[in-house]
């Protein structure tokens, strides 16, 4: 049987639902508040210019993924990996990124103001003009990323989170250290 590769285009539906979907293959200009994505398989997906704020796509396989243009706002990734991705031009303010694995990706000019990245894997991960302004990377691997022209402003960071420089450099960014000194 031949596994056709689904794309959703120029559709506006709140409270989506495709739970435990394989083979979709773009989003592209889509109105998909509160959908739910959950448990999915979508390696390779293209989103762009689309809004799904709140939606949620806990639990999904997204890797070699790209968004671009997309307003995330909300949403929450938890607990899936998404390796090897590139978000270009998105809004992820307020998502839940905990227990994710982003290694590997590139973040290029995102809004990601109060995201939430704690104990995810963010190894290898390249952040470039992105607002990072009180983000949570407590508890989170940050080994060999990079940080480009990003205001990591009251970002804040613990004794478990691994660094890619110096708590010294971090505080000289604006981040801020949570816990004992």
Known sequence: MENK?????NKKI?????????NLGSINNCHLA???????KMDSIKVKHSHLTK????????KKASFQNTNLEKSSFAW??????QFLSDNISNVNFQFVDLSNSRLISCKARKSDFRWSKLINCRFI???????????????????????LKGAV????????????MANSLGMNFVGVN
């Open 157 to 168: 960071y613990n004794i478990n989170t691994r660094l890619p420089f110096t708590r010294d």
């Open 34 to 40: 509160k959908s739910t994505f959950q448990n999915s």
């Open 55 to 62: 939606a949620n796509l806990q639990k999904c396989n997204i």
């Open 5 to 9: 590769t689904q794309c959703i285009k």
């Open 80 to 85: 899936s990996n998404l390796k090897s991705n």
């Open 129 to 151: 003009d992105c607002d990072l302004k009180e983000a949570n990377f407590s508890n989170t691997d940050l080994r060999n990323a990079i940080f480009e022209g990003c205001n």
């Open 14 to 22: 709140n409270s989506f639902s495709l739970e435990n979907f394989e």
